[in-house]
């Protein structure tokens, strides 16, 4: 009884992050997939492309069709689904030597695919959140703390 009552207090002292970690530290890792290796089917051809780092922003107007830009530099695509595909691996940490599908539809699925994903895992950062905290906007705090974990796991080692 008296370890409930220390639970419980510690719910209510501890902060977001706190949780967010006492939470990681138990959720399955087996559940975490990588943008964008996991989202490629395997044997799926690739092209390989050097993406710079920093916010991705895909261009397709009348002047640049299918480019991707990252602080002012230009890199060009033969389509708007692969330069998409590029900015969201930028997006998600991911530069240098990276593999981008040369199939659009490759591109597109693997988008969709990764979009439901994230649907899916902030459901469950949901939901373990509600079970530490009664209060909505600690359980927002904790999810978004979650995903700062979930990013870290998900970048390659410097």
């Known amino acids: 009884m008296v370890t409930t009552g220390f639970h419980s207090a510690f719910a209510l002292t501890a902060s977001p992050r706190t949780i967010a970690e ?37 261009i397709d107007d009348h002047f640049d069709k299918a480019t991707l830009q990252v602080n002012g530099q230009l890199t060009k695509f033969d389509s708007k689904a692969r330069a998409e595909f590029a900015a969201k691996t930028v997006e998600l ?33 949901k939901e373990l959140a509600e079970e530490r905290s009664a209060d909505p906007e600690v359980q927002s705090r904790i999810v978004r703390e979650l995903w700062k974990l979930f990013f870290a796991h998900s970048r390659p080692a410097s």
């Not at 959720?27 to 996991?38: A, E, G, S």
């Not at 990276?98 to 539809?105: A, E, G, K, L």
């Open 22 to 58: 006492e939470i990681w530290v138990e959720f399955d890792k087996r559940q975490l997939r990588v943008f964008p290796d996991d989202f490629i089917s395997d044997g799926e051809p690739t092209e390989t492309v050097t993406l710079p780092a920093r916010k991705p922003k895909v």
């Open 93 to 125: 940490g991911h530069y240098g030597e990276i593999p981008i599908p040369r199939s659009d539809h490759a591109c597109e699925r693997a988008l969709e695919s990764h979009r439901r994903y994230e649907a899916q895992m902030e459901s469950t950062l």
